[in-house]
């Protein structure tokens, strides 16, 4: 009885064990016949470049006061009312608050020499945060960005804050309110540019530009703004500055991906 109870139990698995090695030999091949395809797509990578000029329609202006006094109060005095004429002038002269925003503000202490000779190297203003008295002064800068939207004000906002008590002029850069026009066009010249760098790449090696398999815009491309960095070649006197916006010249680059015939 044992006996037939094992065959049984043998002849039941021979079967599964049948299966088991024709799966197991199919391995090998199955795997192979899976293995991924290499593209063997040929392509021609440009880059290409677009850039337009215009006129700008914006300026910005960077001004305000510096001052120094023996103590913090009186110097943030003396720079409170200096800049508030400041201000003032510019409201005079047709800028609106939306366009002044403070940039900086700073409380410095500095130290001076006892025998240095100036009108400040005298005073012993107590030392920062207590300790003792050091010899020197405080400054006190406060500055602040303008927005001038009509050009033909720039050299009057200019003037008015200087003969208002404006010691610190940073310079004047001039830019455009609205580039969504120039970014149109200086894109539609990138894409033209590519285009024909692809096209003679691909006559110097004999073969041809195919179908646009991807494009990109390269990103960090804005207007090279107009700045002019030294205050002191501006005429301030007699109506304004002599202040020439010039032009603004707005690139962009776009990387485009083409496939050789």
Not at 28 to 55: E, F, H, L, Y
Not at 88 to 93: P, R
Not at 178 to 189: F, I, P, Y
Request: aromatic share 4%.
């Amino acid at each position: 009885m044992f006996w037939r109870r094992a065959t049984r139990v043998a002849v039941a698995f021979l079967p599964l064990l049948i299966v088991t090695l024709m799966v197991s030999g199919c391995a090998p091949a199955a795997s192979a016949s899976q293995a991924p395809a290499t593209d063997q797509t040929r392509t021609i990578t440009v880059v290409g470049t677009g850039k337009v000029q215009a006129k700008p329609d914006v300026a910005h202006l960077n001004v305000g006061v510096e001052v120094t006094a023996a103590t913090t109060t009186e110097a943030v005095e003396k720079a409170q009312v200096k800049m508030t004429a400041v201000l003032a002038a510019l409201k005079a002269a047709g800028i609106p608050d939306k366009d002044i925003q403070t940039s900086n503000y700073s409380i410095n202490f500095e130290r001076t020499q006892p025998d240095a000779g100036s009108a400040t190297a005298g005073s012993t203003p107590a030392a920062p945060g207590g300790g003792g008295e050091l010899a020197g002064f405080y400054r006190v800068s406060n500055m602040v960005d303008v927005t001038v939207r009509d050009l033909d004000k720039v050299g009057d906002a200019l003037d008015a804050t200087v003969k208002a008590g404006a010691n610190n002029v940073w310079g004047v850069s001039f830019s455009l309110d609205d580039t969504s026009a120039l970014e149109v066009q200086a894109r539609e010249k990138a894409v033209a540019d590519a285009k024909a760098r692809a096209e003679s790449l691909a006559k110097l090696n004999g073969v041809g530009v195919g179908d646009v398999l991807a494009i990109s815009e390269v990103i960090g491309n804005t207007p090279a703004p107009v700045f002019l960095k030294e205050a002191a070649s501006m005429a301030y006197g007699g109506g304004g500055g002599a202040v020439e916006p010039g032009e603004l010249t707005f690139t962009t680059m776009v990387q485009v991906v083409y496939e050789i015939r």
